[in-house]
């Protein structure tokens, strides 16, 4: 059964700091990892996806990928409150056609 | 560039009855995909399509089904409703499948009473 496992939170970080989200997948196979933000109401948000083992940066967010750990990270430098959201981990063994394993997601508020 | 549109956004069923939901991709998107977002379950593959054949399947029963047409659009079909199947229905748009280039639409709310 795969599985991605998150922390639910609320994870609370303070406006300017670093939020760092964390999630743990269970099938070797993967290959293909993502990160979505979404709001409440709203649908899911691509915002990261990497393939290789380390790290991968576009503006404020980093994304990290260890897969002997079978551990992904996301971390977000200059946390606003428009990133106050929830943050949900997935992966693929493919590219993704093959359907995205989704962790239940982590909430994250920024507090002003 | 219009977004992925999913129609109805919010209906109400009852338990015994079936619905169906319509997707429109992106255009120019062949793969679409549909997953139903639960509290407790979150967010759960339940197929996706690629120029109308239906390439994968998640662990659902069969009383979920779906199609895609000929112009890509994709419909999703439950029958036999149960309270359980209350949910999001959400609808991914792709070029190829892959989750890089996946776009979702706005969902459509399913309350089965």
């Known amino acids: 059964q795969k599985e991605v496992e998150q922390n639910s939170g609320p994870l609370s970080v303070p406006e300017g700091a670093i939020a760092s989200l964390n999630c743990t997948y269970s099938d070797r196979g993967s290959q293909s990892f993502f990160w979505y933000r979404q709001y409440s109401g709203k649908s899911p948000e691509l915002i990261m996806f990497i393939y290789s083992n380390g790290d991968k940066e576009d503006g404020r967010f980093t994304a990290q990928l260890n897969k002997a750990s079978q551990y992904v990270s996301l971390l977000i430098r200059d946390s606003q409150p428009s990133d106050s959201a929830t943050y949900l981990c997935?992966?693929?063994?493919?590219?993704?056609?093959?359907?995205?394993?989704f962790g239940k997601g982590t909430h994250l508020i920024i507090q002003p | 560039k219009a977004g992925v549109t999913q129609t109805p956004r919010y209906l109400i069923k009852t338990r015994g009855q079936q619905v169906t939901l319509s997707c429109s991709p992106i255009s120019g998107h062949r793969s679409v995909s549909w997953y139903q977002q639960t509290p407790g379950q979150g967010l759960q593959f339940l197929f996706e399509?690629?120029?109308?054949?239906?390439?994968n399947k998640g662990n659902f029963p069969g009383r979920f089904s779906g199609r895609q047409f000929s112009n890509s659009r994709s419909e999703m079909n439950v029958s036999t409703l149960e309270l359980g199947d209350s949910a999001l229905y959400l609808c991914a748009s792709s070029l190829t499948g892959d989750g890089n280039t996946i776009y979702f639409g706005e969902g459509s709310w399913l309350t089965v009473v």
């Open positions: 997935a992966s693929a063994l493919g590219g993704g056609a093959d359907g995205l394993t």
């Open positions: 399509y690629f120029s109308e054949t239906q390439r």
